[in-house]
């Protein structure tokens, strides 16, 4: 199944993928979330970016060891076929083209422009951001389509890029805010702001966006040289980095500006702590690397987005397979497969508009699709995590027992605190996600004929 496409990605590209697409829109876009969530309480606003890592590293670890002996064509999509089976395999790699990819990737393309927006000093739900989201979204789409390799070094600068904002603030933001005392005063104040429900649970779902997309990075594993090395590494190295440099991070933020003005500040929260701590200038300076931080993002989300229907074609699943398993003979990409996550991209755009940006357009239906297609994910985490039990023979005890023992707590917990935290919204969200995978079930065997 895995034939046609090239092995053009090395192990620094594969981790540039983990570390490029977790690190970026959400940490700037997410840190101010947690704080108001948690009504200004810095630990707890830590003990969720933990929590939120934890059940990252969790996942991606029993991720690491399927990504040992299974190497197919979609990562994710390989793993829920060979531990629970070729149906939900096919229904996994269709939630993941459908609502997944292209759902993270058009909530990135207006993070970014909001930034970019942020920093021209626009209107961040105007027609200036949504132009220009839309504009980010087609560019990573025609970047990935026509050129693949460059998509990837793109992904490994980007990375480089975007690690040193969050890198400086984590040191100078620190330094800075022990030195006049904010840190300090931050870290024993008491809860500023009322806050309804679990602070706790709320908090830690908000960072879930911030920490998402590393599963991503398996959607190249047929085109990695040497993946059931790489990948792993990848897998758990990357993810690793990123709870260690988001905690740090979120530290240096504290002691930039009081948690009061943080919260306050709203989009421009991150840009009011930078230009505290670094002048004017180079705040602004800095901010710009949030920008290329952001779109670093939107490309390795493109990138997977971009395979999505590819996945099950190469499987001889899914709606007219002879379509979407074609490649382009110059790229050696699937065109097809391509133009159709791009336009699933700019359909979730359009609703997510539609529903968190502007008088909400469909009614009980307005729901924050940057946040609950992940919890759907962590939920059907839980079936493969289970299997693996079973079918874990000469793996070890921690691999086979502890390991996704440990996956499914960290994924229940997700889903629990989403529950607890968002309350109706995942009842209309569900009803859109039912809707969804009967058309994928209605269409699982369309247009298979022509193929005869």
């Known amino acids: 199944m895995s034939q046609g496409l090239e092995k053009r990605y090395g192990l620094l590209t594969a981790i540039a993928m983990v570390v ?203 085109e990695l040289k040497d993946a059931k090395r790489n990948l792993p590494l990848a897998l758990v190295i990357g993810t690793v980095f990123v709870v260690l440099i988001y905690m740090l991070y979120y530290i240096g933020l504290a002691g930039a500006v009081e948690n009061s003005v943080m919260m306050e500040g709203g989009e421009t929260g991150a840009k009011i702590a930078f230009s505290t701590v670094f002048t004017q200038t180079g705040g602004t300076l800095l901010f710009v690397f949030v920008v290329i931080s952001c779109l670093g993002t939107l490309n390795g989300l493109m990138l997977a987005c971009t395979r999505g229907f590819y996945a099950m074609a190469a499987r001889n699943e899914g709606p007219t397979p002879h379509i979407f398993n074609g490649l382009d003979k110059v790229t050696n990409m699937p065109t097809n497969s391509s133009a159709m996550g791009v336009l699933m991209a700019a359909i979730w755009l359009t609703y997510f508009y539609g529903a968190n940006l502007t008088d909400p357009w469909f009614g009980p239906f307005c729901f924050d699709s940057s946040e609950l297609p992940i919890i759907t994910i962590y939920a059907m985490y839980i079936p493969i995590f289970l299997m693996q039990l079973k079918k874990g023979s000469g793996l070890g005890v921690f691999n086979r027992y502890i390991a996704p023992l440990l996956g499914v707590v960290a994924s229940g917990f997700m889903v629990v605190a989403a529950i607890v935290s968002l309350g109706k919204a995942i009842v209309y969200y569900l009803i859109v996600f039912a809707v969804i995978m009967c058309i994928g079930f209605l269409l699982k065997n369309y247009g298979h004929e022509k193929m005869e």
């Open 20 to 222: 490029g697409i977790v690190i970026g829109s959400g940490v700037f876009f997410k840190a101010e979330k947690v704080l108001v969530a948690t009504g200004g309480n810095l630990p707890q606003g830590i003990l969720a970016w933990f929590l939120g890592g934890l059940v990252m590293v969790a996942c991606a670890y029993n991720f690491a060891v399927m990504a040992t002996r299974y190497e197919k064509v979609s990562g994710i999509v390989d793993y829920a076929e060979m531990m629970v089976g070729t149906k939900y395999g096919y229904f996994f790699a269709w939630f993941m083209a459908t609502i997944y990819f292209p759902a993270m990737t058009s909530v990135v393309a207006w993070v970014s422009a909001r930034y970019f927006c942020v920093l021209l000093g626009w209107d961040i739900v105007g027609p200036q951001a949504m132009t220009i989201a839309s504009l980010f979204l087609v560019g990573s789409y025609v970047l990935n389509a026509i050129s693949p390799k460059l998509a990837g070094k793109l992904q490994v600068t980007t990375t480089v890029i975007k690690i040193i904002p969050l890198a400086l603030m984590a040191v100078v933001g620190t330094i800075f805010g022990l030195k006049n005392g904010i840190l300090i005063e931050n870290f024993n104040g008491s809860v500023i702001a009322d806050v309804q429900g679990n602070p706790l649970f709320t908090a830690v779902v908000g960072t879930a966006f911030a920490y998402e997309g590393w599963i991503c990075a398996t959607s190249i594993n047929a």
